[in-house]
Structure formats: structure tokens, C-alpha cells
């Protein structure tokens, strides 16, 4: 079994190509020994969004805290803001944008262990 808080994970800026003010926590992966899903936890900063992308897989998000938009392939922006859950299908693009001025979007993404 493993216990941890969000505040004692690192926190690792995001990489990818057109990622902006992102950045990436693991509190539940396979490095834990998880056999199926992994929970990762994106701040996206003032200003910031995720990579515009697909998966193979569903995602499951939750947003944690903040205010955003989910954009979808054709540039469409659905609101989301903290206590919602968000849907993404297999081979569905998106990105998460955050459209606050003042504070980050905290965002949980639930994914199959393959796609941490």
C-alpha cells in the first residue's frame, strides 16, 4: 500500500512541444507498483496549456482546483472549473488551457499504467 500527499510529490515542468507553465506530479504509478492505472496531477500556471494531443486510451480528469477551458480538435473550449470530472475518449485531440489570471488550473488525470 502507499499513502502520500500531493504537496510531498516533485513537481517536473512538462517537456512536450506546446506545452506552457505545466507541470507534472505522479502520486500513483507503476514506479509504486500499480498494475492498471496511474493518477498524475498537472498544475497548468497563468497563462499556461497542455500539449494539444490524442491517446489511445481514455482519460479521466478532475479538476482539483482553478478554472479552465478543454479544447476539443475543432478549437472548441468548454469551461471546466475546480470539482468537475472530465471525459477524454480514445483518439479524442484536446488540450487543457488555463483562463485565469490569478491562479493555476490542478487538474487529476487517470490513465491505464501504459500511458503514464
Sequence with gaps: MKVVRLEEVEKVPVEANGAEHVLKQMPISSADGAPN?????????????????????????????????????KGEETPIEKGQFALVLPHEKHCYRNVSDTEDLVLLCAVPIQWE
Aim: net charge negative; glycine share 14%; aromatic share 14%.
Design 37 to 73: 492505472f496511474s493518477f498524475r496531477v498537472f498544475t497548468v500556471g497563468v497563462g499556461g496549456q497542455t500539449p494539444y494531443h490524442s491517446h489511445e486510451a481514455e482519460h479521466v480528469n478532475y479538476v482539483i482546483a482553478g478554472a479552465g477551458v478543454l479544447v476539443n480538435e
